[in-house]
């Protein structure tokens, strides 16, 4: 069956980075465009980047550009997301998906990893 | 960058209500690329609805969507206990790609 895994999460000072990975199995990772999501406690969904099956491009949330980056590592049906310069408000539930397109009408979802951003 | 308003905020309903959703998109949603997922506490979102009206793969008939251009409903035609959840829309589809989410309605039991 379809598994997203992330894993990473954690605890980080303000300033701080963090490296979030996502493994994936049960499908064909290299032929989807993969996204991260978060969701700060008590809040909504927010998107924040998204990758190409073949890693071409690249594209993200004006909130996150510049200080997080989206990779993956189709060898080893892996996504990434580093995180630079964290902030308080950067702590969420962070989930990695592959969100329904419009050539794929379907949706998986990890069970997301939490980061927490204090001091 | 296309920005998505739902309403209500809550809506308090009890089991075998019908629960009508509305989302709002401040331009045209392309292609009425328009998706609904529904989250409950302490679970991934799991698709419900996509390109408007489309079911995904197991979703019970009870629910459905419509709309088109910036206006977006979906409707739940008999609440089961198992539906009271936050349901958030999403555009997707735009050019360059941007997924914007909806601040969610939440549906709980009155």
């Known amino acids: 069956q379809v598994q997203l895994v992330e894993s990473g999460g954690g605890v980080v000072q303000p300033g701080g980075s963090l490296r979030l990975s996502c493994a994936a199995s049960g499908f064909t990772f290299s032929s989807y465009t993969m996204h991260w999501v978060r969701q700060a406690p008590g809040k909504g969904l927010e998107w924040l980047a998204l990758i190409r099956s073949d890693g071409s491009n690249k594209y993200y949330a004006d909130s996150v550009k510049g200080r997080f980056t989206i990779s993956r590592d189709n060898s080893e049906n892996t996504l990434y997301l580093q995180m630079n310069s964290l902030r308080a408000e950067d702590t969420a539930v962070f989930y990695c998906a592959k969100l329904v397109g419009v050539t794929t009408p379907f949706s998986y979802w990890g069970q997301g990893t939490l980061v927490t951003v204090s001091s | 960058e296309v920005v998505l308003t739902q309403s209500p905020d809550t809506l308090s309903l009890s089991p075998g209500e019908r629960a009508t959703l509305s989302c709002r998109a401040s331009?045209?949603?392309?292609?009425?690329?328009l998706a609904w997922y529904q989250q409950k506490p302490g679970q991934a979102p799991r698709l419900l609805i996509y390109r408007t009206s489309s079911r995904a793969t197991g979703i019970p008939d009870r629910f459905s969507g419509s709309g088109s251009g910036t206006d977006f409903t979906l409707t739940i035609s008999r609440l089961e206990p198992e539906d009271f959840a936050v349901y958030y829309c999403?555009?997707?589809?735009?050019?360059?790609?941007?997924?914007?989410f909806g601040p969610g309605t939440k549906v709980d039991i009155k």
């Open positions: 331009q045209s949603v392309s292609s009425n690329y």
């Open positions: 999403q555009q997707y589809g735009s050019s360059p790609p941007v997924f914007t």
